[in-house]
């Protein structure tokens, strides 16, 4: 930065120095200064101070020099002076908070604030707004971070400004918002050799893409971003950049390739750090010695040593190390019990709030508290995101645990999984997957489900009359009548018919045959059939009997394959004697790649001979093989008629059947199996529903990310905007004026009137004031408005983008110079100000009112900054996706350990 007497000495000029004869002490401390020798110039400009105490020349010499002497106390002293003297001055301003900063002065913020708001000297302004990002940053709070620099416009020419991407970057990363990382870091592309900083911002975006993509941490994460990230962290370790030695320790501590922790070491014992607490601790924790590394973390804490502290939340959450985040936070909360009864200690910075909130995640996660953990860990971002995805996608795995040794899975956390579901669907707006929700909270508590599945006349109503050891299912009738029968247990046999369109049947068995036939004859239309019968075994097992897939009615073949939702295993029937055609092999197929197990049986074996029966088994086994179609055991053939009528009592029937054979696998594959096949089949239903969910709520995540851009588009428009108004405002102002002329000459008619009033009473007559300020503000505050907005468009348009690339088009207002209702109530009431302070309104109409157009400009841009910098709720739909996908994943897991 220039000196501050060059410029002092333009503005004050040397009238009091020449007056007391100090001239030769100024030229002499300049010519000390211009020679590298400030101490000399310091005692030339405490002379001159002497004899001029407050002389704002002398102050600035006296600063200059003690700047260049690294006496940071004095250069404090000597702008505290200064700026007293000078306070418009923001390089004064500027100067006093690095210096304050440098000694640990407590006001050395509201310095570098007051620098920052200096309307006229616009590069100090600017970077004294990079100095208070970057405090902010340090602090641990980037959304304050990123509003100073939304106070910084865009630049107008093409060449984006890379201080305020870096810090954009960094801010991005704090707030883990990858997507405006990447725009930053797209400005700055490679960084230069000496770029410290931005190779530190640059390492820490690929680790925290990389990690996002894979769901890992840096331990698992592909050697070739470990790499990449590594070479530009030693880079701006070697250049002592802030935050580069946690980085690289901590890639350090997850590393476990010895050539990447060699690299390191030697970098390390170069610099002669090898035995500073933070490289201790990597280097152990690299080595699998926690313990040592621990212990080295706490000799650093101990001894004072923030950076311990940083390094070890770092390597905390590389490492999934809940340990060492419990060891920080105990040794944090020591020191704050310390402080508050006036004892003295070791400094132990808190956990940042993500950190805290999600050790509280994974304490009620510990205690079965799932629900709960993971709304804490929606709220969790930038550092702690990939840890709390980590966390979240354990909870829900925990939920659906897997088979394990070959056995059934182990029962699912229903109640967790079905409210997760239940509340993913109500924040979706998706009704239709809430009800399917609460359908499988109903499912749980009903008997398992068998479908009875085939082409039409397999003999499946025979056979699940012969099942159930009753006539109790329909057969014989036509396939264009055929529907869903779906029978279960009831104290008391009846069927029910629904009636598409119609009233409910209700019959007693006898009767069902007769009242379908009836029903078809009317042209009425059968949804479904419910048969209820008083069967022990309907209390295990419901049957579903589905229409025949080769019936003419398209809606038949529509209403068995909906069977398959409902069911949790199927019964597929062939026709012995023409078995597995090509259209049964496609059902088949069908019911395969939907999940739901399947067991062959060969019906109407009766009508074939013994060597024939064994000839049509050994094809339909090599035809699922070929196709890859499972059966739950091998197929067994038998006949359905004649099982029905040993079951009804003829012995010599049931003997020939095969039923007995049919009947043991019943019990063995389905009966006693139930409670597997209902798991796997909720399982099946509701990894649907979450796979529905998540693609609605990636589908939404993805509307709101647009919408953000789309914001952040207009923010910077305004924000150019803004800046392009207040530099250019004179010039502006003399524009506007000439284009305000119709509007002032109707208002010069409306105040004609006035003209004719005495003196005396148009200045004190409310009356006619009024009516002037209704007026002006009636005929000029919009055109004004108008102009100061087409002003505001053309001058973001000539500028093009700015260092994020300020959309022109993002706003159709402003693309047709329309101001905003909040700039035109700005523009308004300086109108109206204008009147109230003037002691000849009427005469307004005919005098230039350039100032006050100024005036109106700077309110106007007041306004555009305002609405940039209006906060805007993050969505919720990012949370959302979140969870949706990591329940996805978790039902979409390997069914076994």
């Given at each position: 930065?220039?000196?501050?007497?060059?410029a002092l000495n333009r503005f004050f000029g040397r009238v009091e120095i020449l007056a007391l004869g100090l001239e030769n002490e100024r030229s002499a401390a300049e010519a000390a200064l211009a020679r590298g020798m400030p101490l000399d110039a310091r005692e030339h400009a405490r002379t001159i101070l002497s004899v001029l105490p407050d002389s704002a020349v002398g102050l600035a010499l006296w600063a200059d020099a003690a700047e260049e002497a690294w006496l940071d106390d004095e250069?404090?002293?000597?702008?505290?002076?200064?700026?007293?003297?000078?306070?418009?001055?923001?390089?004064?301003?500027?100067?006093?908070?690095?210096?304050?900063?440098?000694?640990?002065?407590?006001?050395?913020?509201?310095?570098?604030?007051?620098?920052?708001?200096?309307?006229?000297?616009?590069?100090?302004?600017?970077?004294?707004?990079?100095?208070?990002?970057?405090?902010?940053?340090?602090?641990?709070?980037?959304?304050?971070?990123?509003?100073?620099?939304?106070?910084?416009?865009?630049?107008?020419?093409?060449?984006?400004?890379?201080?305020?991407?870096?810090?954009?970057?960094?801010?991005?990363?704090?707030?883990?918002?990858?997507?405006?990382?990447?725009?930053?870091?797209?400005?700055?592309?490679?960084?230069?050799?000496?770029?410290?900083?931005?190779?530190?911002?640059?390492?820490?975006?690929?680790?925290?893409?990389?990690?996002?993509?894979?769901?890992?941490?840096?331990?698992?994460?592909?050697?070739?971003?470990?790499?990449?990230?590594?070479?530009?962290?030693?880079?701006?370790?070697?250049?002592?950049?802030?935050?580069?030695?946690?980085?690289?320790?901590?890639?350090?501590?997850?590393?476990?390739?010895?050539?990447?922790?060699?690299?390191?070491?030697?970098?390390?014992?170069?610099?002669?750090?090898?035995?500073?607490?933070?490289?201790?601790?990597?280097?152990?924790?690299?080595?699998?010695?926690?313990?040592?590394?621990?212990?080295?973390?706490?000799?650093?804490?101990?001894?004072?040593?923030?950076?311990?502290?940083?390094?070890?939340?770092?390597?905390?959450?590389?490492?999934?190390?809940?340990?060492?985040?419990?060891?920080?936070?105990?040794?944090?909360?020591?020191?704050?019990?310390?402080?508050?009864?006036?004892?003295?200690?070791?400094?132990?910075?808190?956990?940042?709030?993500?950190?805290?909130?999600?050790?509280?995640?994974?304490?009620?996660?510990?205690?079965?508290?799932?629900?709960?953990?993971?709304?804490?860990?929606?709220?969790?971002?930038?550092?702690?995101?990939?840890?709390?995805?980590?966390?979240?996608?354990?909870?829900?795995?925990?939920?659906?645990?897997?088979?394990?040794?070959?056995?059934?899975?182990?029962?699912?956390?229903?109640?967790?999984?079905?409210?997760?579901?239940?509340?993913?669907?109500?924040?979706?707006?998706?009704?239709?997957?809430?009800?399917?929700?609460?359908?499988?909270?109903?499912?749980?508590?009903?008997?398992?489900?068998?479908?009875?599945?085939?082409?039409?006349?397999?003999?499946?109503?025979?056979?699940?009359?012969?099942?159930?050891?009753?006539?109790?299912?329909?057969?014989?009738?036509?396939?264009?009548?055929?529907?869903?029968?779906?029978?279960?247990?009831?104290?008391?046999?009846?069927?029910?018919?629904?009636?598409?369109?119609?009233?409910?049947?209700?019959?007693?068995?006898?009767?069902?045959?007769?009242?379908?036939?009836?029903?078809?004859?009317?042209?009425?239309?059968?949804?479904?059939?419910?048969?209820?019968?008083?069967?022990?075994?309907?209390?295990?097992?419901?049957?579903?009997?589905?229409?025949?897939?080769?019936?003419?009615?398209?809606?038949?073949?529509?209403?068995?394959?909906?069977?398959?939702?409902?069911?949790?295993?199927?019964?597929?029937?062939?026709?012995?004697?023409?078995?597995?055609?090509?259209?049964?092999?496609?059902?088949?197929?069908?019911?395969?790649?939907?999940?739901?197990?399947?067991?062959?049986?060969?019906?109407?074996?009766?009508?074939?001979?013994?060597?024939?029966?064994?000839?049509?088994?050994?094809?339909?086994?090599?035809?699922?093989?070929?196709?890859?179609?499972?059966?739950?055991?091998?197929?067994?053939?038998?006949?359905?008629?004649?099982?029905?009528?040993?079951?009804?009592?003829?012995?010599?029937?049931?003997?020939?059947?095969?039923?007995?054979?049919?009947?043991?696998?019943?019990?063995?594959?389905?009966?006693?199996?139930?409670?597997?096949?209902?798991?796997?089949?909720?399982?099946?239903?509701?990894?649907?529903?979450?796979?529905?969910?998540?693609?609605?709520?990636?589908?939404?995540?993805?509307?709101?990310?647009?919408?953000?851009?789309?914001?952040?588009?207009?923010?910077?428009?305004?924000?150019?905007?803004?800046?392009?108004?207040?530099?250019?405002?004179?010039?502006?102002?003399?524009?506007?004026?000439?284009?305000?002329?119709?509007?002032?000459?109707?208002?010069?008619?409306?105040?004609?009137?006035?003209?004719?009033?005495?003196?005396?009473?148009?200045?004190?007559?409310?009356?006619?004031?009024?009516?002037?300020?209704?007026?002006?503000?009636?005929?000029?505050?919009?055109?004004?408005?108008?102009?100061?907005?087409?002003?505001?468009?053309?001058?973001?348009?000539?500028?093009?983008?700015?260092?994020?690339?300020?959309?022109?088009?993002?706003?159709?207002?402003?693309?047709?110079?329309?101001?905003?209702?909040?700039?035109?109530?700005?523009?308004?009431?300086?109108?109206?100000?204008?009147?109230?302070?003037?002691?000849?309104?009427?005469?307004?109409?005919?005098r230039s009112i350039e100032g006050v157009i100024e005036a109106a400009i700077d309110a106007f841009a007041m306004a555009l900054t305002a609405e940039a910098e209006a906060p805007a709720p993050p969505p919720a739909s990012a949370a959302i996706e979140q969870r949706a996908l990591a329940l996805r994943a978790a039902f979409e897991a390997p069914a076994d350990a």
């Open positions: 930065m220039a000196r501050l007497v060059e250069v404090v002293t000597a702008l505290s002076d200064l700026s007293r003297r000078v306070p418009w001055r923001a390089d004064v301003w500027l100067r006093l908070g690095r210096a304050g900063q440098r000694t640990g002065w407590g006001s050395a913020r509201d310095a570098l604030e007051r620098a920052a708001s200096a309307p006229e000297e616009r590069d100090a302004a600017r970077l004294a707004l990079l100095d208070l990002c970057d405090l902010d940053l340090a602090a641990g709070d980037p959304a304050r971070a990123q509003r100073w620099l939304d106070r910084i416009p865009a630049p107008l020419s093409t060449v984006p400004d890379r201080d305020v991407a870096l810090r954009r970057a960094a801010c991005a990363l704090a707030q883990g918002d990858l997507d405006g990382a990447r725009a930053a870091a797209e400005i700055l592309g490679e960084p230069a050799a000496i770029e410290g900083r931005a190779a530190l911002v640059l390492a820490q975006l690929a680790l925290a893409e990389a990690s996002a993509a894979a769901g890992a941490s840096a331990a698992a994460l592909p050697p070739a971003v470990v790499s990449r990230a590594l070479d530009l962290g030693l880079r701006a370790l070697v250049l002592d950049v802030p935050g580069a030695a946690e980085l690289c320790a901590a890639l350090v501590a997850a590393s476990r390739d010895v050539l990447v922790v060699d690299r390191v070491r030697r970098v390390v014992r170069a610099a002669g750090a090898l035995d500073e607490p933070t490289w201790a601790a990597a280097f152990a924790f690299a080595e699998g010695r926690r313990d040592d590394a621990r212990r080295a973390l706490a000799r650093g804490l101990s001894a004072g040593d923030r950076a311990a502290a940083a390094a070890l939340l770092r390597m905390a959450v590389e490492t999934r190390d809940l340990g060492a985040l419990d060891a920080l936070a105990a040794r944090a909360a020591g020191a704050a019990r310390a402080a508050g009864e006036g004892a003295g200690g070791a400094a132990a910075p808190p956990l940042p709030p993500d950190l805290v909130r999600l050790r509280g995640a994974a304490v009620m996660a510990s205690e079965g508290q799932g629900s709960q953990a993971l709304d804490a860990l929606d709220a969790v971002t930038g550092e702690g995101a990939t840890w709390a995805e980590d966390l979240r996608r354990s909870i829900l795995r925990g939920w659906l645990p897997p088979a394990e040794g070959g056995a059934a899975p182990r029962p699912a956390a229903w109640g967790d999984v079905l409210r997760e579901l239940a509340r993913t669907a109500k924040l979706l707006d998706r009704l239709d997957l809430l009800a399917a929700t609460e359908a499988l909270a109903v499912e749980r508590e009903r008997p398992l489900r068998a479908a009875v599945v085939g082409e039409f006349n397999a003999g499946k109503s025979t056979f699940l009359n012969a099942l159930l050891g009753e006539d109790v299912a329909p057969t014989g009738v036509l396939p264009t009548t055929a529907t869903l029968h779906w029978v279960a247990w009831a104290p008391d046999p009846f069927a029910r018919i629904v009636v598409r369109g119609g009233q409910d049947r209700v019959v007693p068995h006898a009767a069902l045959k007769d009242t379908l036939r009836a029903l078809a004859a009317a042209g009425d239309k059968v949804a479904r059939v419910f048969i209820y019968a008083p069967i022990e075994r309907l209390k295990r097992v419901e049957i579903l009997d589905t229409p025949g897939f080769n019936a003419p009615d398209p809606d038949h073949i529509a209403e068995a394959r909906r069977a398959f939702d409902e069911a949790h295993v199927a019964l597929w029937l062939l026709d012995a004697p023409q078995a597995m055609k090509e259209s049964e092999r496609r059902v088949l197929s069908e019911i395969s790649a939907l999940g739901v197990p399947v067991q062959i049986l060969a019906n109407k074996a009766d009508r074939l001979k013994p060597d024939a029966l064994e000839t049509v088994l050994a094809h339909v086994r090599d035809s699922l093989a070929a196709s890859a179609i499972a059966s739950l055991a091998p197929p067994i053939a038998f006949s359905a008629r004649l099982s029905l009528k040993g079951r009804l009592g003829d012995e010599a029937a049931l003997a020939a059947s095969g039923w007995a054979e049919v009947e043991a696998l019943f019990a063995e594959q389905i009966v006693d199996a139930s409670d597997a096949l209902r798991e796997r089949a909720l399982r099946r239903k509701a990894g649907r529903i979450a796979a529905e969910l998540a693609q609605a709520a990636s589908a939404r995540a993805a509307e709101d990310r647009e919408a953000v851009r789309r914001a952040r588009a207009e923010a910077d428009r305004l924000r150019a905007g803004a800046a392009y108004l207040r530099r250019e405002r004179r010039a502006i102002a003399a524009a506007i004026d000439k284009a305000l002329e119709p509007a002032r000459r109707e208002l010069a008619a409306d105040l004609r009137p006035i003209a004719a009033l005495p003196e005396e009473r148009k200045r004190t007559d409310a009356g006619v004031r009024a009516y002037v300020q209704e007026r002006l503000v009636a005929r000029l505050s919009w055109p004004l408005s108008v102009e100061i907005a087409r002003a505001a468009r053309a001058g973001v348009d000539a500028g093009g983008r700015g260092a994020r690339g300020v959309d022109a088009g993002a706003d159709e207002r402003g693309a047709h110079g329309e101001p905003s209702p909040r700039a035109a109530a700005h523009v308004r009431a300086v109108l109206m100000g204008m009147v109230a302070v003037h002691d000849a309104p009427d005469e307004l109409a005919a």
